[in-house]
């Protein structure tokens, strides 16, 4: 049994050792999720990977039959709910059986599979949880797939209307708040679509679903709404961008039909691609997590197009010039993931019949996993019909062929680790950690659905937009509300929808939403403006009955209603060719102007603010754009009917029957006078005083206050400016002229004052001009020196926001001892030292050269401590600070060892001189 002696040095050496290894060793919380997901991809088996490639989907509201197959044996990646595959029910426990479901699907994914096909090496089962997804844009249908119990969200193009990136963060936020708590932690949000004039009111365009117009601000507010998804979700949330690359100015729908953008690659750059590309670009909460590949044809990237050109979710030429691309290739090495377009759509089975005479899944599958997806999305659709195969038979086939394939083929298994490592990177950054705690961890606050919808209406108020006509004429064609003896009648576009084929039909815009809003605010129990008796509400579907029998018995108590009005309220939903209720208002602007005279005609467009002509504005007497139907947006719409509010917001699309262009109106104001700053070469004291004065040749930087466009907003960044620099009788001669461009509304650039004498400085951006600043100019005395080279004048396109100074601590000498670092640097030296010196045998070293020892060991650690700190940044518990301790304690050890060899060597060689003299 070992002495205490042996115990006590033996101890002295393992702290010493152990200090030492914490030290050199990384601590396991600074693993990254990409490290985190390399260690688990080594632990895969070839089925295990494979599964994780493919998002699925399943029918009905319960998890059960081929689903949970797919999730337990297959291991697939993720599902999508659906409210086409009745995956959510009606009524108040919606959200309770959302929660459950999301639930049930991880649970699921816990369960170990019970056949040999994922496991054929034996290896541990290793946990990995779902991806679980839901399409969720705001403002109900047909962009949400959940339609009951969240809070009523605004459109996105009623969040463009309001030009504030602040609210669209708040509404990101709160529906990701919402949504992480329901076990979703993959959104399909709103697309990141840039509207094109051509393509307004066409069955392919996507009207309130998007932002709007302009790609600078559709871009910002994409941004905006992608960092409040994560903040509102705290990080449990993935945002997929759709539909990338950009959808363009195409006129058929996505889904239905694969559309040809025929734009050239410059200007696909500059409006289709930007908000993409710039989703790609941001730093932080701002980056897109995941891009959904769009089923689109790009003529600039795979030239002249036929019926059997590939969509870009399956062309790997074409997909690869926009991932080249410097922001999409960053983005991909940032661990981007991008996920395909639904490989079962309408469109993509009509393409492969029309290519292949027959649709064939699983090449489909292949070759979109081959162009460069990493993650295939199985919609319904996604059934091989040719070979007999129902849904769930078909995604096993498929992934039976990708494993054979990633056994026969080390490329093919390459590019599978690499989109399997993606995909397991992004669960780690939402998950954590795999384990069954973190996917079903609960939510910081109590979940309350549907009961803050002060976000939505703050977005109601700033939204509302008084397209035609403008204020002043309105105040004269309009001068009062209605008043108590006046009639009011409300004529209400609006249809049926169903949370599930078995769901019961609710309207989505109930008819008297409006009505009651007006009742609750104007109504005996108001503000006592309105008499209930005189306010009916008809829908636009009783309107169409009407157009086609005016003199009928069924439509009489609408031809009365028509004719008493005195006011006449329209609510404009999307209009759509398929549904004749939609024009049924336009039909009657158009073909009934009579029986509009003398009333005061009023429209409230719900969705997007194109759908009337100059020539229904004719019969109109005002024209509101107010871009969503959530109730909250119905109450805006009464207060705007009372003029008890003004409406502040500016359309974000173009408005042709009004003249109203996005890219006019985004342009600099003429009307406004634009400040100036300006400033000197760090270091250079500006002058006090009414008159400047400055030496020759004075770099002097100037920079605008925030430009403005037509809609009081900051222009687009991009947008050029010049710095003139002139002399003369009213600033006639151009010395210099310094072209910039804006960058948050700002421009910045540098000018030398070349010459003595007045010079004037201004600003241009557009046609907005900037206000002067004159400065005196002195020429300097003869130098005697040699002449120095002039600086040349400089563009500075992105000024450089100044910090805010704050308090900090000076900056420490190079040679600054830490504390912290200092005695734990003497501890290591003290368990170093007391452990030699106990491993050392008595008899073999007296305590004159134990004492040597110990003091050695001390100088060698202080000797190492200094030398680092002086060739070093000053010493921290990092590796460093070991490695200078250990070569001290060697320098050390060596010179003792040296000295005492030295001293043995003397003692000897004097005692054999003793020897030989006797």
């Known amino acids: 049994m070992p002495r205490p ?12 050792l152990g200090l030492l290894t914490s030290l050199l060793q990384p601590a396991r919380a600074a693993l990254t999720p990409r490290d985190r997901a390399e260690a688990t991809l080594r632990r895969l088996s070839p089925a295990e990977k494979v599964g994780q490639l493919f998002l699925v989907t399943f029918e009905g509201p319960e998890v059960q039959g081929p689903i949970l197959d797919l999730i337990r044996e297959r291991r697939v990646g993720g599902v999508v709910l659906l409210r086409e595959q009745d995956n959510f029910i009606d009524g108040p426990e919606a959200i309770d059986h959302v929660r459950g479901l999301t639930r049930q699907l991880q649970m699921a994914a816990q369960t170990e599979p019970t056949t040999a096909l994922v496991n054929p090496n ?12 839901m399409q969720q844009e705001g403002d109900g249908p047909p962009g949400d797939a959940l339609l009951q119990g969240l809070t009523p969200l605004p459109s996105p193009m009623a969040l463009g209307a309001t030009w504030d990136p602040e609210l669209a963060q708040r509404t990101g936020a709160l529906l990701a708040s919402e949504l992480s708590q329901l076990g979703i932690n993959l959104l399909f949000g709103p697309p990141l679509e840039v509207l094109e004039t051509a393509a307004l009111g066409s069955p392919g365009d996507l009207a309130a679903r998007a932002f709007g117009s302009h790609p600078y601000w559709v871009s910002r507010l994409a941004r905006a709404y992608i960092a409040g998804v994560h903040q509102g979700g705290e990080g449990r949330i993935a945002y997929v961008g759709r539909f990338f690359p950009g959808y363009g100015g195409t006129q058929r729908p996505l889904r239905e039909d694969i559309p040809t953008v025929r734009k050239p690659l410059e200007g696909l750059q ?9 989703a790609a670009a941001a730093d932080g909460e701002e980056r897109v997590d995941a891009f959904l590949v769009g089923h689109i044809r790009y003529q600039a990237l795979q030239g002249n197009i036929r019926p059997t050109t590939p969509p870009i979710t399956l062309d790997a030429k074409a997909l690869q010039q926009v991932l080249q691309l410097p922001e999409t290739r960053a983005w991909l090495d940032h661990a981007g993931l991008l996920i395909s377009d639904d490989l079962g759509s309408p469109a993509l089975r009509r393409y492969g019949e029309t290519r292949d005479e027959l649709y064939d899944p699983a090449r489909l599958a292949l070759e979109a996993f081959l162009a460069g997806n990493h993650v295939l999305y199985l919609g319904p659709g996604f059934i091989d019909t040719a070979h007999g195969l129902d849904y769930a038979a078909t995604v096993q086939h498929v992934m039976d062929l990708f494993v054979q394939k990633y056994n026969a083929d080390p490329l093919f298994a390459d590019r599978v680790d690499d989109a399997v490592l993606r995909i397991l990177t992004l669960k780690y950054r939402i998950f954590g950690e795999f384990t069954p705690a973190a996917a079903d961890r609960p939510y910081a606050r109590p979940f309350q659905p549907g009961e803050d919808q002060e976000v939505t209406f703050r977005v109601a108020q700033q939204a509302a937009t008084l397209l035609d006509p403008d204020l002043a004429t309105l105040t004269e064609v309009l001068p009062n509300p209605p008043k108590a003896r006046e009639r009011l009648l409300f004529i209400v576009d609006t249809y049926p929808v169903k949370q599930c084929s078995t769901c019961p039909e609710r309207p989505v815009l109930p008819p008297e939403t409006l009505q009651d809003a007006v ?11 309105i008499v209930p008796n005189h306010v009916q509400t008809f829908t636009a579907k009783a309107l169409a009955a009407w157009l086609q029998a005016p003199g009928a018995e069924a439509n009489q108590p609408l031809d009365n209603a028509l004719r008493q009005a005195d006011w006449l309220i329209f609510v404009l939903l999307q209009i759509q060719p398929e549904r004749e209720e939609s024009q049924a208002i336009l039909r009657l602007l158009d073909e009934f102007p009579d029986l509009l005279h003398g009333k005061k005609v009023l429209v409230f467009a719900l969705q997007a603010p194109y759908g009337l002509t100059a020539t229904h504005l004719a019969n109109v007497t005002a024209y509101y754009g107010l871009y969503s139907k959530t109730p909250p947006f119905l109450d805006i719409a009464a207060r705007l009917l009372f003029q008890e509010i003004l409406p502040p917001g500016a359309s974000p699309v173009s408005v042709p029957a009004i003249g109203y262009d996005i890219n006019q109106v985004t342009q600099p104001d003429p009307n406004q006078i634009i400040p100036l700053e300006w400033e000197l070469a760090q270091g250079t004291a500006k002058p006090q005083g009414p008159t400047w004065q400055l030496p020759v040749n004075q770099v002097l930087t100037v920079r605008t206050g925030v430009v403005l466009d037509h809609n009081g907003h900051p222009v687009p960044d991009g947008t050029p400016a010049q710095f003139v620099l002139t002399a003369g009788p009213q600033g006639t001669l151009v010395l210099q002229r310094v072209e910039v461009r804006t960058r948050d509304g700002i421009a910045s650039g540098s000018l030398i004052l070349s010459t003595p004498g007045l010079l004037e400085v201004y600003a241009q951006v557009g046609e907005a001009k900037s206000e002067v600043l004159k400065f005196q100019v002195i020429a300097a005395p003869t130098p005697t020196h040699a002449p120095t080279a002039t600086p040349q004048p400089t563009a500075t396109p992105q000024p450089t926001p100044v910090p805010t100074p704050r308090a900090s601590e000076p900056p420490r000498p190079r040679w600054a001892v830490r504390v912290g670092t200092f005695a734990l640097a003497a501890a290591l030296t003290l368990a170093v030292t007391e452990g030699l010196l106990r491993a050392t045998p008595v008899r073999a070293w007296s305590r004159l050269w134990r004492a040597r020892l110990r003091a ?6 202080a000797w190492g401590y200094s030398l680092g700190v002086l060739l070093t940044r000053p010493l921290r518990p990092l590796p460093q600070l070991g490695l200078a301790l250990t070569l001290g304690w060697l320098a050390a050890g060596l010179a003792i060892w040296f000295i005492r060899r030295w001293v043995r060597a003397r003692r000897d060689a004097n005692s054999s001189r003793s020897t030989r003299v006797r």
């Not at 500059?270 to 710039?278: A, G, K, N, V, Y």
């Open 5 to 16: 002696r042996t115990w006590g040095w033996l101890v002295h050496i393992l702290l010493g």
């Open 519 to 529: 009742l609750r605010l104007y109504g005996p129990q108001g503000q006592g403006l």
């Open 270 to 278: 500059s409006s289709t691609f930007r908000p993409f590309l710039d």
């Open 856 to 861: 050695a060991l001390w100088a060698g650690a």
């Open 122 to 133: 034996a290896r541990p089962y290793t946990y990995i949880p779902l991806f679980i997804g």
